[in-house]
């Protein structure tokens, strides 16, 4: 069937997701090899290049982590392939240590990397800006602003990769990634075979080669003075430039209509902002010295425009982050930018008073009202058993244990839902690193028992150097592993557990107890849904010494439902207590489940059979046993 | 108007928990796992039937002890009230195999399920001999794997609300002096849960009970060898193994009192139907005090079955008792004394029950 990426009807206009259009363009350049380790918001391009791999002839594959992943894409380009790595703003700090050397080694086939950043971190734990990445590395950044240029500069990108022999990054963020426009498609260049790679192909990266670096970012900053990606709207000489990037070309295009200044501001939009095209943006820093700097998230255009100013002796009066105009409620260099930041600071910057934020008015007894909602586990979700489970195992035992947590669904363990059990909270791998340091420290006093959790992708991705180092150091730690058998999080990508790869091959099922047996450490299974046997579990391997791991093995209950009918669960609403002694809606109140709702009339629990995904769990707690199940193995 | 909360922070939190059991399994709040019970989540019920029930919450004496043995008469202020004292021993040994003295525990609760008196009792069994479980027994055949005595305590009265669920009407405990408590307790304010009428309470004599830090001593000292049991017989702590039997003072025991027994003022169980303990004068017998009329009758089925033989109670061994007890509630009043001057009070110290141990008025 044809889809947006396949269609080969140079010319036509479709709706494209950003992330589609990334793909689209990485399509219409011939690319081969492509790798990723899913991360919102880019976690959907891997999975079109899976997709349509079959189709097109190219390679695609989720890769254990995002260093590997870089590495192995590095790997086809010095085959002179074209290759997309594609990662999150978490994700380039990983491949970092490689990334840092790519400005130096340069590639051969064209090489992008696309760093999707998640500004005010929708579903991150941060809102790191990787364009200080790109430029730290020495490496050519473009930033799309529209779906058109995702689709456009990936294209291009390659090209410039190939001519300048470096690799370049497209850095998007999650409006570009997962929103939506129009996009003019192009058509599909032809893909080259691999170069046989001779004794004297070499792919070095050396500080001998800095000087060549660059030279090469010279031609890169030659190549953007004129690229086309850079544009100005506006009148001839305005009294105040916008200069832009990213999202923040939109937010300016409205902004400037709304507050009617479009006779006195102009807009130039940057699509190649490092290196920094100096002498195109000091043409218009000559038209206009008056200047409001618009960016998604550090004022990273707005330093190195200062800089130019400064380099040119030009007397320029900055406005942005700076100066405190572009900010959201966090402050400047925090949060999303919207139009009505932009409006905030170009009213305040040009003295024109802005229209009212139009809050809306809610009237309560008119229109709904959605109430705030928690962070929370889906129902059915095997983390919430183990959550709980480990709250009722550390309450026992009653010296404050203390859980070490990672990056994944249970995240979210360390709010209400898993009873705000985390302790830390970093990277992907940061749990179990910390967790055998933390497990180190007895001597000194430390007496609570420590535990470590993490899932299963995440074990793959960073657990195993810590692994082995509180094994190796003999660190007395219980790491619990919670192996809901997918990426769950990210929208149930395969990893090296599962044994499938990105397009659907079985590969090799890696087993994570052998691995875990392979380094030395006690290790034990359990099902998080038998919530009694775990919590004895956890209770009796914390007052063990060495390294213990126990496995909360479980598939993601969304995985499951999708398998086939699921069990019924529901109240027998006469058993139930209620708000009396002895239970006080402990199912809704304390375990918590979404599909465990509160009959206002009845005075009693029930189920939400639409939510319920039939773990029972809820059944095994309720102390009446009036919570039934139906059709459960 | 108190309940889980205060429970944590007037009982546990102070030691004061004897691990009876009782607010555990009624309640999802709260949960047990060795000898550790924990108020894991608040419930933020005002008035909680846990406080209320818990042996180690404010507890009248003389109004429980009027409630449930009102119409007993022969009140001794040392040993309560009760009708007879006897020696006691199971006579099948098929019955009594396990058991740590004379068997009249098993026998009789044997008897009460055979009788059709109970559909299941509430007991305490040990897998290894060491770590006791609460056990739900309705099956006859079972009895035999709760015999025998249990040093460390156990949450056995979880089990008394397994057994509601499970739907039995009629149930036998056999517990330590607090669980006897915690079960009259629980009778007086939640009678709907648990019926006098059908509820036949078998106390065991105790002087105090052991954290699980003596399983750990034990298994330390039995190293490679397998533990096969623990007995304290006449002062002396033998742990048996399958290489032979390990000898130690009894006092290598005691170090792991748990803190809650300093403050239990029944050495008897003086509250239950029949009270059993061992019979340290006569090896293979159990003191058998019968207290209630109900108690009686099941006393008297076993006899007539011919399950249990009984013998005359030496009246210097009944002394000796007596004494026990009196040194016991000598020191409990002293610390119940130290710990009300501290702000806390579990008991009415101004009732005679225990103003007459300390100023030497019993005989």
């Known amino acids: 069937m044809q889809s947006v990426l396949t269609i ?40 079109l290049m899976a997709a349509t791999a079959k189709t097109f002839g190219h390679y695609a594959e989720w890769s254990t982590n995002e260093i590997v992943a870089i590495e192995a894409a590095t790997a086809a380009s010095f085959a002179g392939l074209r290759s997309l790595c594609i990662m999150k703003q978490n994700g380039a700090n990983v491949a970092a240590d490689f990334i840092m050397s790519l400005g130096l080694s340069g590639c051969r086939g064209g090489l992008v990397v696309v760093f999707a950043d998640d500004p005010e971190s929708h579903s991150s734990t941060n809102e790191f800006d990787s364009r200080n990445l790109a430029r730290w590395a020495e490496l050519p950044l473009l930033e799309p602003g529209t779906f058109q240029e995702a689709k456009d500069m990936t294209r291009w990108a390659f090209e410039l990769s190939e001519q300048t022999q470096t690799p370049v990054i497209i850095r998007s963020v999650t409006r570009i990634c997962h929103g939506r426009g129009n996009v003019v498609l192009g058509d599909f260049l032809p893909k080259k075979q691999a170069n046989k790679l001779g004794q004297w192909d070499k792919l070095i990266a050396l500080n001998p080669l800095h000087p060549f670096t660059h030279q090469k970012l010279a031609r890169v900053r030659e190549i953007f003075e004129t690229s086309p990606f850079n544009t100005y709207t506006g009148p001839e000489s305005p009294e105040l430039l916008i200069i832009t990037s990213g999202t923040g070309s939109f937010y300016s295009q409205e902004a400037v209509s709304r507050l009617e200044v479009t006779g006195r501001v102009g807009i130039l939009k940057l699509g190649t902002t490092c290196p920094l095209p100096g002498k195109l943006v000091k043409s218009y820093l000559e038209k206009c ?39 959201g409620p966090g402050g400047p260099g925090t949060g999303e930018l919207n139009p009505d930041v932009v409006m905030d600071g170009l009213s305040a910057v040009l ?28 129902a059915g979700c095997p983390h919430r058993a183990t959550f709980f489970a480990a709250k009722n195992a550390l309450e026992i035992d009653g010296r404050q244990g203390v859980v070490m947590g990672d990056i994944g669904c249970y995240t979210l363990g360390g709010a209400k839902a898993g009873h705000f059990l985390l302790s830390s909270l970093f990277c992907m791998g940061g749990g179990i690193g910390m967790a055998s340091g933390m497990g180190k420290l007895e001597a000194f006093g430390f007496d609570q028992p420590v535990l470590a959790m993490a899932g299963d992708s995440t074990f793959f991705h960073a657990c195993l150097p810590a692994l082995v180092n509180a094994r190796w150091n003999n660190s007395k730690m219980l790491f619990l592993i919670l192996d809901n058998e997918a990426t769950a999080m990210t929208g149930f990508q395969p990893h090296p557990g599962t044994g499938q790869t990105a397009m659907g091959e079985r590969g090799v099922p890696f087993s994570i107890e052998g691995i875990c047996k392979a380094m030395g450490a006690d290790v034990h299974i359990g099902d998080p849904y038998d919530v009694a046997a775990t919590t004895e579990k956890i209770y009796q391997l914390i007052q063990q010494p ?39 809606r402990f199912c809704s109140k304390v375990f918590g489940c979404p599909a465990c709702i509160w009959d206002a009339a009845a005075g009693k629990a029930r189920i939400d059979e639409v939510v319920c995904n039939g773990c029972g769990v809820c059944a095994s707690l309720c102390p009446q046993g009036a919570i039934q199940i139906e059709g459960r193995d | 108007m108190k309940g889980g909360k205060e429970l944590k922070e007037e009982v546990q939190d102070k030691g004061f928990c004897t691990l009876c059991g009782l ?17 894991v989540f608040p419930c933020g019920i005002e008035e909680g039937k846990c406080y209320a029930a818990c042996p180690r919450t404010f507890t009248d004496w003389d109004a429980v002890e009027g409630q449930f043995l009102g119409d007993v008469d022969g009140r001794d202020p040392l040993i309560g009230r009760y009708t007879q004292i006897w020696m006691a021993r199971g006579t099948n040994p098929e019955v009594t195999r396990g058991s740590q ?6 026998t009789l609760i044997s008897t009460a399920m055979a009788e059709g008196m109970i559909e299941g009792a509430v007991l305490t069994s040990a897998s290894d001999g060491l770590a006791p479980q609460a056990a739900l027994v309705t099956d006859a055949a079972d009895i035999g794997k709760a015999a025998g005595s249990k040093y460390i305590a156990a949450t056995s009265l979880q089990a008394l609300h397994q057994a509601r669920r ?26 709907e849960e648990c019926n006098k009428d059908r509820t036949l309470v078998i106390g065991l004599f105790c002087m105090w009970a052991l954290s699980y830090g003596f399983r750990d001593y034990v298994r330390q000292e039995a190293g490679d060898r397998q533990v096969l049991g623990v007995a304290i017989p006449k002062g002396e702590l033998q742990i048996k193994t399958t290489d032979g039997t390990i000898s130690k003072s009894v006092e290598e025991a005691k170090q792991f009192t748990r803190s809650a027994c300093n403050i239990c003022w029944d050495v008897t169980s003086e509250l239950a139907d029949i009270s059993v303990g061992a019979a340290e004068f006569a090896e293979g017998w159990n003191t058998l005090i019968v207290r209630t009329e109900r108690g009686w009758g099941l006393v008297g089925k076993a006899l007539k079955s011919g399950a249990l033989e009984i013998k005359e109670y030496p009246p210097a061994m009944l002394e000796e008792l007596r004494m026990a007890a009196l040194g016991k509630k000598r020191r409990v009043v002293a610390e119940l004394t130290r710990i009300q001057n501290e702000g806390t009070s579990i008991v009415d110290l101004s009732s005679p029950r225990f103003r007459s141990v300390v100023e030497e008025e019993v005989n």
């Open chain 1, 8 to 47: 080969n009807q140079p010319g036509t206009q479709v709706l494209m997701m950003g992330n589609e259009a990334i793909t689209r363009g990485a399509l219409e350049a011939g690319v081969q090899f492509c790798s990723s380790y899913p991360g919102s918001p880019s976690a959907e391009i891997l999975s």
């Open chain 1, 289 to 327: 010295p008056r200047v409001l700097v618009v960016e998604e998230v550090d004022p990273f255009l707005e330093q190195n425009v200062m800089v130019l100013a400064a380099q040119e002796e030009m007397l320029v009066k900055f406005s942005g982050k700076a100066s405190g105009h572009i900010k």
């Open chain 1, 351 to 378: 003295g024109v008073p802005r229209p009212s934020r139009q809050d809306v008015v809610v009237d309560p007894e008119k229109d709904i009202v959605l109430p705030p909602r928690d962070l929370t586990f889906c």
């Open chain 1, 546 to 584: 060495g390294v213990k791991v126990l496995i909360l093995r479980r598939t993601c209950a969304l995985v499951q439902s999708r398998r086939g009918p699921k069990p019924r669960v529901w109240v027998e609403q006469e058993k139930c207590l209620g708000d009396a002694c002895g239970c006080g």
């Open chain 2, 23 to 39: 607010c555990v399994g009624r309640c999802p709040y709260i949960k047990s796992l060795e000898d550790k019970i924990a108020v």
């Open chain 2, 101 to 106: 003295d004379g068997g009249t525990v098993t």
């Open chain 2, 166 to 191: 499970s739907g039995l009407e009629s149930i036998g405990v056999v517990g330590r002096p607090c669980q006897v408590m915690g079960v009259r307790k629980y009778q007086a304010v939640v009678p």
